[in-house]
Structure formats: structure tokens, C-alpha cells
């Protein structure tokens, strides 16, 4: 598993993801978009494949976080001190990810299902683009999915989330159900290290973001709880 894949879980398509999201999509109403906004689906897809070409063509590191994304902007207007700086001891500290979609699929034998769902519910197309940063001697990443089918996003990211957050499955659940709307940033449960929004989307579909402390022990407290809520609130404003 590479650096990148480590640090997004939602790239292997984790199968719990559709099941939390299918039992999701039903009680949450929170992930219909309201209007169009500046950054589409089509869009992220076009950058994550680029990324996904040029690292197969054994292309350089990318030099800065696509989007015009301004880290150092955005850790100003949250009242956060430090310099940030590509993780450079990653292996790809920008990265990119494709999916394309999967027809329903038959439960795995044996597995227990709802009655109402004879099957592992289709999964929509997706577009996957993650940064990581150094902000002094803290890891800062950040998870852009997006996806062509409204109110889905939060869903397929749940196995990201779960990792970035740490969270256990009542508070999983809870997310699960009460999702940020269009436009909302919510810090997540846990230790304050993971923080969500919604981006409203330009035509149809779905995009989120995530943004959490990337921490093997004792979290940098200049980058937990509210301080990091108001730091992704300014990265979603710049994706609007």
C-alpha cells in the first residue's frame, strides 16, 4: 500500500462504505445541492486522471495542491500559525484517483442483509484528489471526492472519514445521518482532528471535503477543534 493510499482509504472502495451508505441515503437529506457553485464534477475527474497519467508516465512531483488551493491563505483566516509545505516525504504528496462506477452486486455468502436491499446497491462514478502538507511538525491531508449521483459523497468517504477521525460506529452512524449541507462545515467526533464540508456542486452530482490531522500519537492542538473547522471552512470557500 503506498503513502497516498494510506492516507486515502476511500481509494480502495471499501465495501463498508456501501453498506453505512446505503442504510444513509434513505434518512439523510443533507446532500442535495441547492444551486450551482464554481467546482464541477467533471472537473475534479479531469485533475485526479491527470494526476493518475502523469505518475504513470513517471512525471515529477506535483508542486503545488490542484484548484488553486492556498494552504497558507486558509490557515490565516483560521488564526492558525505556521508555514505549510507539501509533504515532500511522501511519495506522492498530490494524488489522484478514478472510479467508474459498479452495478449492484450480489452480498457476499453467508452475510446478513436488510430485506428491502437483496443486493450491494450500485456504486456511482467518482473522482478522488488528496494534498498532504507539513504545517511545522504536524501532517495536514486533505480529501476532494466527488461524484456524478446527489447525496452520496459523505457515504462513499465514510471508510476515510472513519480513519482520518477515528471514530467508533455510533458516531460513524451519526455522521451517517446527520451530514453537513451544501455549504456546511462540521467538525467531526473524536479528538477534533477531522473536519468535513460540502461543496455545492456546479450542475449535477455530489463533491466533499475533508481535511484532518494526519497524527500517529499526540495531535498538534493549534490543529484540532474549532480552529481546524474554521481552516476547512476557508479551504471549502476557495473551491466555491
Request: with cysteine; aromatic share 2%; proline share 9%.
Amino acid at each position: 500500500m503506498t503513502a497516498a493510499q494510506r492516507r486515502r482509504p476511500t481509494a480502495l472502495f471499501a465495501s463498508a462504505a456501501v453498506l453505512l451508505g446505503a442504510a444513509a441515503c434513505s434518512s439523510s437529506s443533507g446532500g442535495v445541492p441547492s444551486g450551482p457553485g464554481g467546482l464541477s464534477y467533471d472537473t475534479v475527474r479531469t485533475v485526479a486522471e491527470k494526476l493518475l497519467q502523469d505518475q504513470a508516465a513517471g512525471k515529477g512531483k506535483e508542486a503545488a495542491c490542484p484548484f488553486g488551493l492556498d494552504l497558507g491563505k486558509a490557515l490565516k483566516a483560521a488564526g492558525i500559525p505556521g508555514t505549510p509545505a507539501l509533504d515532500t516525504g511522501d511519495e506522492h504528496a498530490v494524488d489522484g484517483d478514478i472510479g467508474n462506477g459498479e452495478s449492484p452486486q450480489p452480498w457476499p455468502s453467508g452475510m446478513s442483509h436488510p430485506p428491502e436491499m437483496p443486493s450491494i446497491p450500485a456504486k456511482p462514478p467518482l473522482a478522488d484528489v488528496s494534498c498532504g502538507w507539513r504545517v511545522g511538525s504536524a501532517k495536514l491531508d486533505l480529501e476532494l471526492l466527488a461524484t456524478t449521483q446527489r447525496g452520496v459523497a459523505v457515504n462513499l468517504m465514510l471508510p476515510g472519514i472513519q480513519h482520518a477521525a477515528r471514530l467508533g460506529a455510533s458516531d460513524l452512524q451519526q455522521l451517517a445521518a446527520d451530514q453537513p449541507g451544501p455549504g456546511q462545515t462540521k467538525l467531526l467526533a473524536g479528538r477534533g482532528t477531522a473536519a468535513l464540508s460540502r461543496i455545492t456542486p456546479k450542475g449535477d452530482g455530489d463533491i466533499v471535503l475533508l481535511v484532518s490531522q494526519n497524527y500517529d500519537a499526540q495531535p498538534d492542538e493549534a490543529l484540532t477543534g474549532e480552529p481546524l473547522r474554521k481552516l476547512a471552512e476557508s479551504l471549502a470557500g476557495q473551491l466555491r
